[in-house]
């Protein structure tokens, strides 16, 4: 079992929709979660971060982080196409990065039909 | 652009040649990552550098693999011997530890191997 899961998909949904996103994890240590963007041939830009569990809001996205269950979401409501892309979730036990690095998800890949 | 800068962006080569990729982290970031991006996947820890010191390395990091960050500015990662396995993005990130701690790494657009 790896350590960070998450459904590859691709998930199709129409604009306007409401779009939630998961991965489950297996290490406890895990502290600080992040939701990063990636668009094709780019490198991955940083969404949300947020530590320990609870919900974190900034605009149309909304990541929510439940330690008991080990268990992370991202929410988009009002989906655009622009956000078609793929969303990796990433998570460490330390803040920065730490001296291991993050442990990423295969990533999502996401396409809002207009 | 105050990015993190990566260069070439697409390295083509034949197998058993050396490559170098070269990057250039946001100024005055202290820490610097490389990380190895297959298709599908995500992104895998390779090392960490605090200002010049490689303080970690994952065992994904054979010792075809070596890294360097003089003077604490850019860094190399120089892959020998090149094997067809060894095709990937690899992706540089930086990040400044300063004021309230984000954790953000951030990531160039990162350097895509193709080894024939």
């Known amino acids: 079992q790896k350590e960070v899961e998450q459904d590859p998909g691709p998930l199709s949904v129409p ?19 992040m939701w990063y963007r990636q668009y094709s041939r780019k490198g991955p830009e940083l969404l949300m971060y947020t530590y320990s569990s609870g919900n974190k809001e900034d605009g149309r996205f909304t990541a929510q982080v439940d ?20 969303y990796l979730c990433a998570m460490t036990p330390y803040s920065g990065g730490g001296a291991d690095g993050l442990t990423f998800g295969k990533g999502t890949h996401l396409i809002i039909q207009p | 652009d105050t990015g993190v800068s990566q260069d070439p962006r697409h390295k083509i080569t034949k197998r058993g040649q050396n490559v170098t ?23 895998e820890f390779l090392t960490y550098f605090q200002n010049e010191a490689q303080l970690e390395k994952s065992r994904l990091l054979s ?25 990937a993005m690899y992706l540089c990130a930086s990040h400044a530890p300063t004021g309230p701690d984000t954790g953000e790494l951030f990531f160039g657009e990162g350097s895509r191997l193709t080894v024939l």
Not at chain 2, 26 to 36: A, V
């Open chain 1, 15 to 33: 604009e306007g929709a409401i779009v939630s996103l998961n991965c489950t994890y297996s290490n406890s240590a895990f502290q600080y979660f």
């Open chain 1, 67 to 86: 330690k008991s269950s080990k268990y992370i979401s991202l929410f988009i409501r009002d989906s655009q196409p622009s956000d078609s892309a793929t």
């Open chain 2, 21 to 43: 990729f070269r990057c250039d982290p946001i100024s005055e970031h202290n820490r610097l990552y490389w990380y190895r991006q297959t298709l599908g996947q995500g992104p």
């Open chain 2, 63 to 87: 010792d075809r693999f070596s890294a360097e960050r003089p003077k604490g500015s850019f860094s190399t990662l120089e892959i020998q011997r090149t094997e067809q396995g060894d095709s």
